[in-house]
Structures are given as structure tokens and as C-alpha cells.
């Protein structure tokens, strides 16, 4: 079982920025995707990211409310995903957890709650000034 841990989670103001990190062993050979759920909201996808290598080559999709501002990324050791937030604003506040799809290898990442089977513990985003 793939075990993500999540951590950078805190305290923004807005138009800050945060970066968060999403690591587990072999992260590479899976596609990971960035949710976030805020109190008494539905978990929503942020970003997601393809395997590394072969035909995916890491390729990256992002919710529409975030385009532009967030940007996923997988480190060379291939045991870290980031997630690089900019401008953030208060609409951006919730639990972020990061999530492991076994499959869809070959596809460009999608949001569907039910792909992803292994589930971080979540960090904390805040943004109020």
C-alpha cells in the first residue's frame, strides 16, 4: 500500500504563496492528483499529474479555478510531488490531500474521486490576512 505523506500546509495571506510536497516511495510509477475539501463542501480536484516517463511524460491537468495560479510538478528522485500555489486567495482555504491512481498509466489525469486509491492524511491550507 502506498502510504503519500502531505506537508507545507499553513498560513497565507492572500496573494501568497505556498508550495506543498506529497512523498512516498516510488512515487513515479503513479499518477497523483492534488483534492481539496473545505467544511461542508464536496472533495474537489486542484491538479493532477501523469507517470513519469513513457507516453504520459508527466503530463498535468488543473481544475479551471486554479489554472494559472497552481502549478504540479514530480522532482528527479521521483519520491516527491509538489504543488506550487501563487496568488492565493481565501476561496483557496481547505484540507489539501494528495491521492495515487494505479492506473490510467497512459491518459492524461482526471478528478474522478474513485481512480485514486491511496489517500495522504491531508495538510491544512489558510488564507486570511
Known amino acids: 500500500q502506498l502510504q503519500p505523506v502531505e506537508s507545507g500546509g499553513g498560513l497565507a495571506q492572500p496573494g501568497g504563496s505556498l508550495r506543498l510536497s506529497c512523498a512516498a516511495s516510488?512515487?513515479?510509477?503513479?499518477?497523483i492528483g492534488w483534492f481539496r475539501q473545505a467544511p461542508g463542501k464536496e472533495r474537489e480536484g486542484v491538479s493532477c499529474i501523469g507517470v513519469a516517463g513513457g507516453a504520459s511524460g508527466s503530463r498535468t491537468n488543473y481544475a479551471d479555478s486554479v489554472k494559472g495560479r497552481f502549478t504540479i510538478s514530480r522532482d528527479s528522485a521521483g519520491n516527491t510531488v509538489y504543488l506550487e500555489m501563487n496568488n492565493l486567495q481565501p476561496e483557496d482555504t481547505a484540507v489539501y490531500y494528495c491521492?495515487?491512481?494505479?492506473?490510467?498509466?497512459?491518459?492524461?489525469?482526471?478528478?474522478?474521486?474513485?481512480?485514486?486509491?491511496?489517500w495522504g492524511q491531508g495538510t491544512q491550507v489558510t488564507v486570511s490576512s
Open positions: 491521492a495515487a491512481d494505479p492506473g490510467h498509466l497512459f491518459s492524461l489525469c482526471k478528478f474522478s474521486l474513485s481512480d485514486y486509491i491511496d
Open positions: 516510488q512515487l513515479e510509477y503513479y499518477t
